[in-house]
């Protein structure tokens, strides 16, 4: 994580998303903003890309008509000109794929996926949940490859989700029908193992 104060260049509230074009630019590293803060991390190694793109072909069938699964669209947090987040994944309408915008609004996203890096630390991890809550993403699957675990969380209000499911892999996260319905983790992979383990 690196605070405004930290970065190279002047950044002040209202230019955090230039700051945040510019280090990704420089670097190659994604750039999320969470509640004023750049957010930055490494590109996801292999199983973590496995991870969305089986979710992603797992989802994209079931979904209905009105839908697309999208990877790099942000979501921003309505009325900040600078937060904005980057699910791994996003249900959202079919129609963006003609928008020239980047962003998403959070209400129009029926699905954000957030699959848990190696280090990520669960103060960040909570922190995220609760921007999204915050933001007004109606459902959130965070998928955790270090223990082999997902959670589904749904009903944001007041800065939190109001309801959550629990499940390891192999048990299936409950989807409503429009998002294909329940949704297979069987065969995800687990950080640290090797193929076949």
Known sequence: MITPASI???VRRGRL???AKEIEQ???MWV???SGTLMIAPSPNGKHARIVIDLRDAIRPG???EYEAYENVSVP???DPDD???PDLTIGPRAFK???GWLLDADAVALAVEVISPNERLKGINEKTAWYAAAGVSRLLQVDPRTGTWSLFTRPGEGEYRGVVHGRYGEDAPLPEELGGDLSTSGLPLYGTQPGN
């Open 8 to 10: 190279p260049i002047p």
């Open 17 to 19: 998303r230039e700051a």
């Open 26 to 28: 420089a670097t190659g």
């Open 32 to 34: 999320e903003i969470i």
């Open 63 to 65: 979904v209905a008509a």
């Open 77 to 79: 947090m309505l009325d």
């Open 84 to 86: 904005y987040s980057t």
């Open 98 to 100: 003609d928008e020239d």
